[in-house]
């Protein structure tokens, strides 16, 4: 009689191997998102329209916004999303980013950037990895698409 002790083993290797293939490496070009959106408002009532979006979004400490400059439409905001890398134990691991949104007449680009492992996280993470910034491009969906429909309210009383 074999044993299955071989079998196991290797069935082990392939599911840990599968599962790393969103730890790949990734270039800063990779890092970097680009996703522009129309609108029907001015430039400036797109800005602030934006502005109070941001400070409503933007106010904890590991959120802030960093720049803005209304004659420009330029606003710079940093922040920390995690994401989970799964697993058995599900670490989240928190990473830094950018986004600057430059608010023009009938059109916003925002640019995001994944940056690095959060400050003052342990020693021991690494990435972020190529999995990590497919789940922060979701998250940058999610905060473009939050943002247009703040563009869209409007703020009659």
Request: proline share 4%; charged share 20%.
């Amino acid at each position: 009689m074999r044993s299955v002790r071989p079998l196991f083993a290797v069935l082990a290797l392939t599911v840990t191997l599968a599962g790393c293939s969103g730890f790949k490496s990734v270039t800063p070009e990779q890092r970097s998102t680009v996703i522009v959106r129309d609108h029907t408002l001015t430039s400036a009532v797109a800005y602030d329209r934006f502005m109070r979006w941001a400070a409503q979004t933007y106010n904890s400490a590991q959120d802030v916004i960093q720049y803005q400059d209304k004659p420009s439409g330029s606003v710079i905001l940093k922040g920390i999303h995690s994401v989970n890398r799964g697993g058995a134990l599900g670490a989240q691991i928190p990473l830094t980013y950018t986004l600057t949104a430059d608010v023009r007449d009938s059109r916003i680009r925002f640019s995001y950037e994944v940056g690095g492992i959060a400050p003052g996280s342990p020693k021991t993470m690494r990435g972020p990895f190529s999995g990590d910034v497919e789940k922060m491009n979701l998250f940058f969906d999610s905060l473009t698409n939050s943002a247009m429909e703040a563009l869209g309210s409007t703020d009659d009383f």
